[in-house]
């Protein structure tokens, strides 16, 4: 039966109910169809999304500003300098006066705690974009692109291999509440946090699967059937990349690693992908890689997400 996620907040994969993640790709997959059919499917004419970037983006602003079109409504988009909020006006005065206007917000920047807040007080559905905690817009769309792929997520064993970031914490809930098998690897200093490396082994538990963070990537990466990765300093940590390049080049995701994952393993990554330092020209574009496929889907998804919460 189908459950009713009128707004409701997405803020973290794990808030989500697993009948909530398979809506939302239920209907990812039926909005997919339609566009590619050209059916018409405008759930949300009329309807505003607010669109708050803090930070740059390519595929996040793009995927939600043509879906939140293709869905018969209309996006506005605020660049860093472009409202109030945060400079001359807090967050919850903000959050009011915006709930007024618009029918739907999606926010990326910095701190987790501005998006919780921003939720707290607004009348309206507030989408995570990402910030430097989480990624769950992204998250989801992998798991859809790994059920295209696969037909399956349970018992799979997904390697991610990188920085303990944004991804690897929304890695670890969506795994983690779908049933499959994580393994990590990180350089020490570099792993996820604890309370959320906790709490996915908690949801592991329960779906009969496994969280595993180590530091060896080859342990990690054997018998993979997805291995994923992403940048080694993240949006905001620019000034630490050649510090960072250094504890990471082990890291690399390059034909020797790849050998060790099954033969028809998913090479993934959330792009942008700096080619050369965590994966290289002949993984990424191998016939092994879906990264387009997974950039393409944030479409479906996220148009999938705004029907259901907006
Ligand atoms: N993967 C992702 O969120 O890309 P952008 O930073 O380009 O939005
Ligand atoms: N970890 C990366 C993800 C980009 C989509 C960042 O936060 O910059």
């Excluded at 692109?145 to 969506?174: C, P, Q, V, W």
């Excluded at 300093?233 to 250094?246: D, H, L």
């Amino acid at each position: 039966m189908a459950v009713n996620m009128k707004g409701k907040d997405l803020i973290s994969i794990n808030d989500l109910t697993v009948e909530e993640i398979y809506q939302i790709f239920d209907l990812s997959r039926a909005l997919k169809e339609k566009q590619l059919t050209g059916e018409s499917h405008h759930y949300l004419s009329g309807k505003t999304l607010g669109m708050i970037f803090h930070k740059r983006s390519t595929r996040t602003r793009i995927s939600f500003e043509v879906g939140i079109y293709q869905l018969g409504g209309i996006g506005m988009y605020f660049g860093p300098d472009d409202l109030q909020l945060g400079k001359s006006e807090n967050i919850y005065d903000s959050a009011k006066v915006l709930s007024r206007y618009l029918d739907g917000l999606m926010i990326r920047t910095f701190s987790h705690q501005d998006v919780l807040d921003l939720a707290k007080h607004s009348d309206i559905p507030v989408i995570n974009g990402l910030t430097d905690l989480l990624h769950p817009c992204q998250v989801l769309t992998d798991l859809f692109t790994i059920i295209e792929k696969k037909r399956i997520l349970k018992g799979l064993k997904f390697a991610y291999i990188g920085d303990g970031n944004n991804m690897a914490h929304s890695i670890l809930h969506g795994c983690s509440k779908v049933g499959i098998n994580v393994a990590i690897a990180s350089p020490s200093g570099y792993t996820p946090q604890k309370e959320i490396v906790e709490n996915a082994a908690r949801n592991a538990k329960y779906m009969g699967s496994k969280v595993e963070i180590i530091e060896d990537p080859i342990y990690a990466v054997r018998d993979a059937d997805i291995v994923y990765t992403d940048v080694w300093a993240s949006m905001g940590q620019e000034s630490e990349a050649s510090e960072r390049r250094k504890h990471f080049m082990k890291y690399q995701i390059n034909p020797e690693l790849v050998k060790n994952a099954k033969d028809d393993y998913l090479f993934m990554h959330c792009l942008p992908a700096h080619r050369g330092d965590e994966v290289v020209d002949e993984v990424i574009d191998s016939v092994n890689s879906v990264v387009f496929d997974e950039a393409e889907n944030r479409l479906h998804v996220q148009k999938a997400i705004m029907a259901l919460v907006m």
